[in-house]
Every structure is written in structure tokens, then in C-alpha cells.
């Protein structure tokens, strides 16, 4: 079944908003004492990177939190919950994965919970649990060591001066900037990449600089000077935090969603790659659509890809930043995309294309446009903007 096309618009934004929050959550996890409004001494940016993550580990922490998530403008997505529209909150965490993230506002509460392996993503504006396993991770993560093999050594200042310069190739990189992030003295760093074929503007980070840990995250649109992404401390306590603090439950009577995350089951990993418009054309069973150009974009590649055992086709048009990516998979037999009706109130731009209803999800960093066709599922995505990736679908 097509991924994509099988969730729910409600399911669809909550996954990703989720998943989003998780991310920059996880980032986030300020392991650090609240302290005076004081800034460090200057270090060289690769110098205060090695002292982060060579710092001792800490045990938890207990945060004050400020969401902001400007991603889809206001009125384009009703019926928006805090996960969609910011918040402010608490954040815990423990150094054994745990992790709980609860945001509050005048939309409706929302919260995530996290043991490592799963995500539940509470939406209180319908009272639905979307419940996600993430993906086993097959390598040994840090304080994860296996029993064969041996610790990692940090990296020395030399590496990672040696990873920035190979980074400035590509993006501009500030130095690390003495900050001061809820009253705890931090180092601050920018990247913005060089090539601007996309939406994306820069992403900052801040990070303590006692104890290494992140402190505030964020993402900017390119030519926007506030950022449409950010999670970030504002009152920040560390040490160990209770077991019972993860063990929250959802309230009676609500609905709980498994919500499926792509995977390569049922493929063999030791295959050649199908590459090519003849190639892949041959091992699907539906008419591919990959025009030399799309949206005035070159053709780049024609991949074959496998979707929970299904075969499909993604075409990539253009390079860097601005790439547009075309995925097509032979429908499911569905006739028509969810409805807003069905989904809670919750609905998604429609835009014609070609005559076939699409759904479009455009966003500050970039757009997504779905819509079927003769028994095709075709999803349009790239970071550019909604008028270049309506064209782009048009042109299928």
C-alpha cells in the first residue's frame, strides 16, 4: 500500500509534525543547571564543539520549553493543533532514551512520549493517539557498545576542524558566538548553505557550554529573519528524573492510530540497483512518467524503490537544494484522496492538475502535491515554491 496516499490528512501532519518536534526535541534535550544570565569566553568553533562532546554525560533533564512552528501559514490548514501551530511546554528526558515533550495553548494540548523505540504522538483537539516504531537501529549507539566491540574515541579537535572545512565547501559557517540561552551560558553557531536553489535559509544551533548539551534548535526560510522552526529552553534543571514521569497514559475513549513508517521489507539488500527509464520501466506494471525536463529542471535519475514490498519509481529533476522528487506507485484501488469531512475537520489545499483533484501541503520550506491518475499514485515534494511544484505535477 502507498504510504503516502494510505494515512489521513490528520494522520499525514500529525505524523510529520511529530516527527518533526521529536527531532528537534531530541536535539533539544537541555541536560544543563540553570545558572546567570552570563555568556563564555570566546573558544575557536571547532575547540567548543570537542568540549561538547567530550563533556561528562548527564543523568536528566527537567525543561521549560517555547515551540514555534510557522512551517504552514495561518488559514492555509484549519483546524491546526499546537504540534502545527507552536506552543509552550515541558520537556524531560533521561539518559536511558526516555523522552516526553507536552505542549499547551489555546488550540489544545499535545504530547510525545518516547522509550527509543516507539514515538506516541498525542493530538488532544481529537483525542487520537498516532503511534510510531521507529526504525532498529543495527549500529551501536554511544553508551550502546556491544559486547565485541570497543568504545569510540571522541573525535580530536583536528578531526573536527578537519569536518567544518569540508561543511564550508558547501555552507557558510559562523563561528561559535558566546550566548546565553535561559540563563545559562552557551556557544551559538549558524549554517546557511551556499547553494539556494531551495526554500531552506539557514538552521542555528546553541549548545551549554558546561555540559555540551543543546539548548535551543532552529530552522530558517530562506529571506525570513525569524526562524519557522524552533524549540528552544527557557527554565532548565538537570539530574536524574523519575520513571513514573514517562508513564503517562492517553485520556479514556481515545482513539489510538498505528501509523506505518516506510520500509525495505521484502527487498534484497545485496540486489543491484535498478536504475534508468528503460530499467525501471521494465519492473513496474504501470507507465512511468519521467519527461526529459520538469518545472525546467533536467532530469537527473530514475531509481527503482520498494515500498513496503511494492515496487515504484522515483524520478529526481534538478540538483541540490531545489531537487524535485516524483514518486510513482500503481494505486491501491482507492478511488479518491481522504476527505476533510472524515478527517476531523482537518483538510488540505486541493489545486487541479490536469483535471484530477490533488491535495497540496506547502509549506515555508518547501511543497508536497498527491494525486491519482489512469491507477497511479504520483506524490510531487521538493523545497521550492507551491507555483514550481504545481508545474512540476502538471508536466507528469
Same mark, same amino acid.
Request: hydrophobic share 40%; proline share 8%; no cysteine.
Given at each position: 500500500?502507498?504510504?503516502?496516499?494510505?494515512?489521513?490528512?490528520?494522520?499525514?501532519?500529525?505524523?510529520? $509534525? !511529530? %516527527?518533526? &518536534?521529536? @527531532?528537534?526535541?531530541?536535539?533539544?534535550?537541555?541536560?544543563?543547571?540553570?545558572?546567570?544570565?552570563?555568556?563564555?569566553?570566546?573558544?575557536?568553533?571547532?575547540? %567548543?564543539?570537542?568540549? &561538547?562532546?567530550?563533556?561528562?554525560?548527564?543523568? !536528566?533533564?527537567?525543561?521549560?520549553?517555547?515551540?514555534?512552528?510557522?512551517?504552514?501559514?495561518?488559514?492555509?490548514?484549519?483546524?491546526?493543533?499546537?504540534?502545527? !501551530?507552536?506552543?509552550?511546554?515541558?520537556?524531560?528526558?533521561?539518559?536511558?532514551? =526516555?523522552?516526553?515533550?507536552?505542549? #499547551?495553548?489555546?488550540?489544545?494540548? %499535545?504530547?510525545?512520549?518516547?522509550?527509543?523505540?516507539?514515538?506516541?504522538?498525542?493530538?488532544?483537539? /481529537?483525542?487520537?493517539?498516532?503511534?510510531?516504531?521507529?526504525?532498529?537501529?543495527?549500529?551501536?549507539?554511544?553508551?550502546? +557498545?556491544?559486547?565485541?566491540?570497543?568504545?569510540?574515541?571522541?573525535?580530536?579537535? &583536528?578531526?573536527?576542524?578537519?569536518?567544518?572545512?569540508?561543511?564550508?565547501?558547501?555552507?557558510?559557517?559562523?563561528?561559535?558566538?558566546?550566548?546565553?540561552?535561559?540563563?545559562?551560558? %552557551?556557544?551559538?553557531?549558524?549554517?546557511?548553505?551556499?547553494? #539556494?536553489?531551495?526554500?531552506?535559509?539557514?538552521?542555528?544551533?546553541?549548545?551549554?557550554?558546561?555540559?555540551?548539551?543543546?539548548?535551543?534548535? $532552529?530552522?530558517?526560510?530562506?529571506?525570513?529573519?525569524?526562524?519557522?522552526?524552533?524549540?528552544?529552553?527557557?527554565?532548565?534543571?538537570?539530574?536524574?528524573?523519575?520513571?513514573?514521569?514517562?508513564?503517562? +497514559?492517553?485520556? &479514556?475513549?481515545?482513539?489510538?492510530?498505528?501509523?506505518?513508517?516506510?520500509?525495505?521489507?521484502?527487498?534484497?539488500?545485496?540486489?543491484?540497483?535498478?536504475?534508468?527509464?528503460?530499467?525501471?520501466?521494465?519492473?513496474? /506494471?504501470?507507465?512511468?512518467?519521467?519527461?526529459?525536463?520538469?518545472?525546467?529542471?533536467?532530469?537527473?535519475?530514475?531509481?527503482?524503490?520498494?515500498?513496503?514490498? #511494492?515496487?515504484?519509481?522515483?524520478?529526481?529533476?534538478?540538483?541540490?537544494?531545489?531537487?524535485?522528487?516524483?514518486?510513482? +506507485?500503481? /494505486?491501491?484501488? /482507492?478511488?479518491?484522496?481522504?476527505?476533510?469531512?472524515?478527517? =476531523?475537520?482537518?483538510?488540505?489545499?486541493?489545486?487541479?492538475?490536469? !483535471?484530477?483533484? @490533488? +491535495?497540496?501541503?506547502?509549506?515555508?520550506?518547501?511543497?508536497?502535491?498527491?494525486?491519482?491518475?489512469?491507477?497511479?499514485?504520483?506524490?510531487?515534494?521538493?523545497?521550492?515554491? #507551491? @507555483?514550481?511544484?504545481?508545474?512540476?505535477?502538471?508536466?507528469?
Amino acid at each position: 500500500m502507498n504510504f503516502l496516499r494510505a494515512l489521513s490528512t490528520r494522520r499525514l501532519l500529525a505524523a510529520v $509534525a !511529530g %516527527a518533526v &518536534a521529536l @527531532a528537534i526535541g531530541a536535539t533539544a534535550i537541555a541536560l544543563a543547571a540553570t545558572g546567570t544570565a552570563t555568556v563564555p569566553a570566546p573558544k575557536p568553533l571547532a575547540t %567548543a564543539v570537542h568540549d &561538547a562532546v567530550t563533556a561528562p554525560t548527564v543523568a !536528566g533533564v527537567s525543561a521549560r520549553i517555547t515551540f514555534t512552528n510557522k512551517l504552514i501559514a495561518g488559514g492555509a490548514v484549519p483546524g491546526t493543533n499546537p504540534l502545527l !501551530g507552536g506552543a509552550t511546554g515541558r520537556l524531560w528526558a533521561s539518559s536511558d532514551g =526516555h523522552l516526553r515533550l507536552e505542549l #499547551q495553548s489555546a488550540a489544545g494540548d %499535545a504530547q510525545i512520549l518516547s522509550d527509543g523505540h516507539t514515538v506516541s504522538v498525542y493530538d488532544g483537539t /481529537s483525542n487520537t493517539v498516532y503511534r510510531v516504531t521507529l526504525p532498529a537501529d543495527n549500529g551501536a549507539g554511544a553508551g550502546d +557498545q556491544s559486547a565485541d566491540s570497543a568504545p569510540t574515541a571522541p573525535p580530536t579537535v &583536528a578531526d573536527i576542524q578537519a569536518k567544518l572545512t569540508e561543511l564550508m565547501d558547501s555552507a557558510d559557517v559562523s563561528a561559535a558566538n558566546p550566548v546565553n540561552v535561559a540563563g545559562r551560558p %552557551a556557544y551559538s553557531v549558524r549554517i546557511t548553505p551556499k547553494d #539556494q536553489g531551495g526554500l531552506l535559509g539557514a538552521a542555528e544551533l546553541a549548545w551549554d557550554a558546561d555540559h555540551g548539551t543543546p539548548l535551543r534548535a $532552529a530552522v530558517y526560510a530562506r529571506g525570513d529573519s525569524t526562524p519557522v522552526l524552533e524549540l528552544a529552553a527557557t527554565d532548565i534543571s538537570f539530574g536524574p528524573v523519575p520513571s513514573s514521569t514517562f508513564d503517562v +497514559q492517553p485520556p &479514556a475513549g481515545a482513539q489510538t492510530v498505528n501509523v506505518d513508517l516506510p520500509s525495505s521489507q521484502g527487498s534484497d539488500p545485496t540486489a543491484p540497483d535498478v536504475t534508468g527509464v528503460a530499467a525501471v520501466s521494465r519492473a513496474i /506494471s504501470f507507465p512511468l512518467a519521467a519527461p526529459d525536463t520538469l518545472a525546467g529542471l533536467p532530469r537527473n535519475e530514475v531509481r527503482l524503490v520498494d515500498l513496503q514490498g #511494492q515496487p515504484a519509481g522515483l524520478v529526481t529533476y534538478g540538483s541540490g537544494l531545489g531537487t524535485i522528487a516524483v514518486l510513482e +506507485q500503481a /494505486s491501491d484501488g /482507492s478511488t479518491s484522496m481522504p476527505s476533510s469531512s472524515s478527517d =476531523h475537520g482537518l483538510s488540505l489545499p486541493s489545486v487541479s492538475i490536469n !483535471g484530477v483533484s @490533488a +491535495q497540496e501541503l506547502p509549506t515555508a520550506l518547501g511543497t508536497v502535491l498527491r494525486f491519482s491518475r489512469s491507477g497511479v499514485d504520483y506524490t510531487v515534494a521538493g523545497s521550492v515554491p #507551491q @507555483a514550481t511544484a504545481e508545474t512540476a505535477a502538471r508536466g507528469l
